[in-house]
């Protein structure tokens, strides 16, 4: 957007048509909490990347953290598919627009689909890995103290968290699953529904096995 600094942390922002395009497009669909969650994911991603001396494509990132949460939004969510993927689906409808190879496509792809799935981003490609590493320091703090004092302030200074943003990303990652529910089995939104919403009865791996119809 023009009124939002060209440089953040010593990161710059990816200015060409296509993330500019992008940019506007999750402006104008998210809430504002999720808009500047994407913002700081991105972010934080790079400086991770930065840290860890990873050769990434600053574009490539920046598409991935923008649309990783797209899938929480009534206008991109599936009624079966887990809210990542939604996510993942739109980021690539909007790449084919775009002269982007398909294996930069995949790797967006999975850098939004994977975002939730711990243990697994990290051995991918620094896309992947990277948005990951944006969402789990943004959300869990994970990385926090890799992170300057001043750089974390100046994140945040450019993309507020708020007093309340840990209840709201929580209270959004709720509405993205609540009405679809099955899509948390397995992954770490079966404890979001846990605690807020009282009719949510967690799936159970064992009992999926020791009932299935297999006599043994």
């Not at 953040?8 to 402006?27: F, H, K, N, Y």
Request: glycine share 8%; hydrophobic share 40%.
């Amino acid at each position: 957007m023009a009124d939002e600094p060209k440089m953040i942390a010593g990161i710059a922002i990816p200015d060409s048509a296509m993330t500019r395009a992008a940019t506007e497009l999750v402006r104008d669909t998210e809430t504002d909490l999720l808009y500047h969650h994407s913002r700081r994911v991105f972010l934080f991603g790079a400086l991770a990347g930065n840290r860890k001396g990873l050769g990434y494509d600053p574009e490539l990132l920046y598409i991935g953290a923008m649309f990783h949460d797209m899938g929480i939004m009534d206008e991109y969510a599936s009624e079966t598919d887990r809210f990542e993927v939604d996510g993942a689906n739109a980021a690539r409808a909007f790449l084919t627009s775009y002269d982007v190879s398909e294996r930069d496509v995949d790797d967006v792809w999975d850098s939004i689909a994977l975002h939730t799935t711990p243990g697994i981003p990290q051995h991918k490609r620094p896309t992947v890995a990277l948005v990951t590493a944006g969402v789990e320091m943004d959300v869990l703090g994970i990385g926090y103290h890799d992170v300057s004092d001043g750089q974390r302030e100046e994140v945040c200074r450019c993309h507020p968290r708020g007093l309340k943003f840990k209840h709201g990303i929580l209270t959004s990652f709720c509405l993205g699953t609540i009405r679809k529910p099955e899509t948390t089995f397995g992954n770490v939104k079966a404890d979001v529904l846990s605690k807020m919403d009282p009719t949510y009865k967690r799936g159970d791996f064992v009992e999926m096995i020791l009932s299935s119809p297999w006599e043994s």
